[in-house]
């Protein structure tokens, strides 16, 4: 069994589905269970979605109704009969959403983010299940909420692996296509949950480790994984084959081509991870299993941006020491804010933080109480792994330097830009 994860951008108009359907032909399809996100920005259209219906803005119905618009135009693209069952499964998840948005009484907003956010997975891949049984591509389509269970952490919940296992160990076969949902799983309650913005990877590492896939292969708009993300970076080149370990640093200090979770499950069994293009299917892209590092390596960039440095400083002068650091971390973690990079001298303490829930506005005025809190929001995260002279350089010029710092594999910059 293989597993396939398709993203957002593979999926993003008709062409993008018909392209997959052209992977597939290339690269064969049998015993594949395929992993498929929302269409192109469709989590990001729904995370306006919640906004609108939580800030009670006019706005409301028309954001949904752009949303009902987009995907309206990829089925007319990609059936020709419009009575066809897509087009009514399609309506009826739409009027479900609708109806969740009208009648709900919840005011937790992760809960109802998650209830809201995960409709973009549902119907893409009814979308491309519908299209691929219609052209040939027997499938069957897996609601993943039955399989990934998780607990109630909304928005970033955690998976209850003993019981995702015996589900997918009794419920999902071998020999066949499957076609299911990144990113989403159900918890105690039967609720929708999500496991993190990106985490559709992370999805396709669950199933392989659960049915001891013989590989994964997650498919991009990129050749592999580069040195750097071609966004921010000129000539990128291409990491043939990369260890676990290699593969787990970069994800984890923001090469987004991977879903940092995404490597664990997958070293756990030693299940190669493959990342290609699904533009030339048939190049071989990177390879990311044990001990494989190509030496020597070369510098690879990793940028964060949008982060916020914050400092804090005692303010009777005293030194900043194990009780304040340990009550400094209890707080991020109520608050959960991820630390990035953390830096202390006797009476100050510096760390570079992403505030993906927008807490810091209410933690910022707990901390106040006790120190002196300064900060700089907006700063960029840059990590130069195997750094040389000249790949500092690449990073520094032009920019301010708010902080460095230097391990033996790994340099750290903050910069302003
Ligand atoms: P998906 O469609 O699966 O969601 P993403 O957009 O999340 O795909 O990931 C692919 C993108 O990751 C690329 O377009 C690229 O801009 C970015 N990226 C960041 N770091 C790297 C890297 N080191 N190598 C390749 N791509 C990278
Ligand atoms: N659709 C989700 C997101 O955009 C999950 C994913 O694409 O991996 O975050
Ligand atoms: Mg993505």
Request: one cysteine or more.
């Amino acid at each position: 069994m293989r597993v396939f994860k398709f993203g957002g951008a593979s999926v993003k108009d008709a062409e993008g589905v018909k392209n997959v359907a052209s992977v597939l032909a290339q690269v064969g399809h049998d015993k594949t269970l395929l992993v498929i996100s929302a269409m192109g920005k469709t989590t990001n259209a729904l995370e306006g979605v919640v906004h609108n219906y939580f800030d009670k803005s006019n706005e409301l119905n028309a954001s949904l109704q752009e949303i009902r618009k987009y995907h309206n135009q990829i089925l007319i693209d990609l059936f020709d009969n419009e009575e066809h069952d897509v087009f009514f499964d399609i309506n009826s998840h739409f009027d479900d959403l609708e109806y969740f948005i009208r009648s709900n009484k919840s005011p937790n907003y992760n809960f109802v983010y998650d209830q809201v956010i995960s409709y973009g997975e549902i119907i893409s891949t009814t979308i491309v299940s519908h299209y691929f049984n219609e052209i040939g591509l027997k499938n069957t389509w897996l609601d993943v909420r039955n399989f990934i269970k998780t607990d109630t952490n909304y928005r970033d919940a955690n998976v209850d692996w003993n019981q995702t296992q015996q589900l997918i160990t009794k419920n999902v076969a071998k020999n066949t296509m499957y076609i299911t949902q990144g990113f989403i799983g159900s918890d105690p309650n039967n609720f929708t949950t999500t496991l993190g913005r990106e985490g559709s990877d992370y999805t396709a590492a669950i199933f392989a480790y659960c049915m001891g896939a013989q590989s994964v292969t997650i498919w991009k708009d990129v050749p592999g994984v580069l040195n750097a993300d071609p966004r921010y970076f000129e000539n990128a080149i291409l990491l043939n084959q990369i260890s676990y370990r290699e593969a787990i640093e970069l994800a984890f200090y923001g090469a987004s081509v991977i879903h940092p979770k995404t490597l664990q499950p997958l070293q756990k069994k030693e299940i190669p991870l493959y990342v290609k293009s699904f533009i030339n299917p048939l190049l071989n892209g990177t390879s990311v299993s044990k001990g494989a590092d190509l030496e020597p390596h070369s510098p690879c960039f990793i940028v964060k941006k949008n982060q916020l440095l914050l400092s804090l400083s005692s303010l009777d002068f005293s030194f900043i020491m194990e009780d304040h650091i340990s009550e400094i971390f209890a707080l991020f973690h109520q608050y959960k804010l991820k630390v990035n990079l953390i830096q202390n001298t006797a009476i100050s303490f510096s760390v570079c933080i992403e505030d993906k829930f927008n807490n810091f506005g209410e933690l910022k005025s707990i901390l106040a109480k006790k120190f002196k809190v300064s900060y700089n929001e907006n700063v960029s995260l840059y990590t130069i792994r195997h750094f040389d002279e000249n790949s500092i350089k690449v990073v520094e010029t032009n920019k301010t330097v708010l902080l460095k710092q230097i391990s033996r594999e790994t340099l750290q910059i903050i910069t302003k830009e």
